[in-house]
């Protein structure tokens, strides 16, 4: 029998390889459109049900761009694009039938929206991660992923808060908050800045609290050693390439 073809789950022959820029442009529009847009608006505006799920649906490209920059091969892009057309026609549905029905179903996005997204928002920084892991010298791509990467991180964790949020009997922060504040949270505890006007209050959202503040702690001084590692390789056998070039050139017979 014919031996089975393997199923690679990344191809770094891609031609999107290394492209991180429109995905560090997506992250830093994500990360505003989620501190500013409501994902789970109490009032039932279509206004409010469309912006809804352009920002979901702006998440959902990043997300997709990531995978593609990290050399994530095709079948498990694909993967990332069913779920997030999936996501895309619930939404549809959703403001379409707030047009023609009285019926509230934009509530519904406060349980549908965090789950969704979660399991795209916490692979993303993970598979640039690995990307930039092969890379051999310190290019624009790799600088460019690398922050691309710290930014989708509270991403991840924003999406993770809201699923503890809706999860649980208790909230998050012990009352209900609008999905705006728990970007800010993000933000602050990735950042260590910890201003003390949110908290977590059930253990859940306590430790996934703490793993996001290690985790950013501990992806700056990795990656800040390893580009510094890199470029002073780099540095070294550049120095190393002139010096052999300039003794090369002294020791060659005058005519």
């Known amino acids: 029998m014919p031996a089975r073809p393997k ?12 492209r991180f820029g429109w995905v560090l442009l997506l992250a830093v529009v994500s990360i505003i459109a989620l501190a500013l847009v409501d994902l789970t608006p109490t009032s039932q505006h279509l206004l409010a049900a469309v912006a809804s799920a352009a920002t979901t649906l702006l998440v959902g490209i990043t997300l997709m761009l990531a995978m593609r920059a990290s050399g994530v091969a095709r079948k ?20 379409a039938a707030d047009l023609v029905t009285d019926v509230p179903v934009t509530s519904i996005n406060n349980s549908t929206h965090p789950w969704s997204l979660l399991v795209l928002a ?3 920084p993970i598979v640039i991660v690995r990307r930039l892991i092969h890379h051999r010298t310190v290019t624009t791509g790799t600088l460019l992923g690398a922050i691309s ?27 209900a908050q609008a999905s705006t504040s728990f970007m800010y949270f993000s933000l602050s505890t990735l950042t260590t800045v910890g201003y ?4 977590a209050v059930t253990p859940l959202a306590r430790l996934v609290s703490t793993a996001e503040a290690v985790s950013g702690q501990v992806y ?31 020791s060659a017979p005058t005519p």
């Open 76 to 95: 498990w892009q694909l993967v990332a694009d069913v779920v997030v057309g999936a996501i895309v026609v619930v939404l549809v549905f959703f403001v």
């Open 196 to 199: 003390g006007d949110l908290t």
């Open 122 to 124: 916490a692979l993303a």
């Open 149 to 175: 990467a710290f930014l989708l991180i509270p991403i991840a964790f924003c999406y993770a808060f809201l699923s503890i949020d809706a999860a649980q009997a208790t909230p998050f922060f012990g009352q």
């Open 220 to 250: 700056l001084v990795t990656f800040v050693a390893m580009l510094v590692g890199l470029r002073a390789q780099a540095w070294a056998a550049g120095r190393k390439s002139d010096t052999s070039t300039e003794t090369a050139a002294s």
């Open 7 to 18: 199923l690679r789950p990344f191809d770094d022959r891609s031609v999107h390889l290394d």
